[in-house]
């Protein structure tokens, strides 16, 4: 079974661009869910979805960064405009609830470095 | 290859030798933790995971101690070997939020023969 897939693994942008990066969660998976990643740091959550509504999006800076679930299956994240603290790397994972725990699968995620 | 971070706390452990590497947890009203192995270029991978209403769990080569006193969470890795290589988080999960995880810094794991 495939896991989470993301696209692309790499963008170099420039500051005041747009962004845009793209998440396949794996099949079955209604939950998808999006980090940001700093160096040296741990994940930390930017939105989550349950099916198409988002459920958790506090961390997210909406004066430019958007998020949406496409047909309930594929989701992106948008930066618009970027800027030179965007850079980071991105992560994408779904999530599948059994047993009464929550168990997240993550993607390999997207490095976006803005000059 | 790519480097998760730069700076983060080291453990470096000969091969064959077993590694304990420790996590804090900030929150005492988190039930549930989990430890995720991050490899270089990659995203993070599930290990092990544990509830609060337990304190010690193993799996293959892996065991996990969590000790809600102190608020302290242990990955113990035997016989580590060069694969184990990587920046290994904590990450903790709210009561009132069950799929909001919390991840700790993380800790890099070097395997030298």
């Known amino acids: 079974e495939a896991g989470v897939v993301q696209s692309p693994r790499y963008k170099i942008i420039e500051k005041k661009q747009p962004v845009a990066f793209w998440c396949n969660p794996i099949?079955?998976?209604?939950?998808p869910y999006w980090y940001l990643q700093n160096l040296g740091q741990g994940p930390e959550l930017l939105i989550r979805?349950?099916?198409?509504?988002?459920?958790?999006d506090s961390q997210l800076p909406k004066d430019r960064f958007s998020a949406e679930r496409l047909k309930g299956v594929d989701s992106t994240l948008k930066i618009q405009p970027a800027e030179l603290g965007d850079s980071a790397v991105y992560l994408c994972?779904?999530?599948?609830?059994?047993?009464?725990?929550?168990?997240?699968?993550f993607g390999p995620g997207t490095r976006l470095t803005v000059l | 290859g790519e480097s998760v971070g730069l700076h983060l706390p080291t453990l470096s452990v000969q091969e064959g030798d077993n590694s304990i590497i420790n996590c804090a947890y900030s929150n005492s009203a988190s039930d549930y933790f989990i430890w995720y192995k991050q490899e270089s270029g990659k995203g993070p991978q599930f290990i092990i995971d544990i509830r609060s209403n337990m304190d010690k769990r193993q799996g293959q080569r892996v065991t996990v101690l969590l000790n809600k006193t102190v608020k302290h969470l242990s990955l113990q890795i035997a016989a580590t070997q060069p694969g184990d290589s990587a920046v290994y988080f904590c990450a903790e999960n709210m009561r009132y939020n069950t799929d909001k995880l919390i991840f700790g810094t993380g800790t890099r794991l070097q395997v030298f023969p």
């Open positions: 099949s079955g998976h209604n939950t």
């Open positions: 979805y349950e099916n198409e509504e988002a459920v958790d």
């Open positions: 994972a779904s999530s599948l609830t059994w047993g009464g725990k929550n168990e997240q699968f």
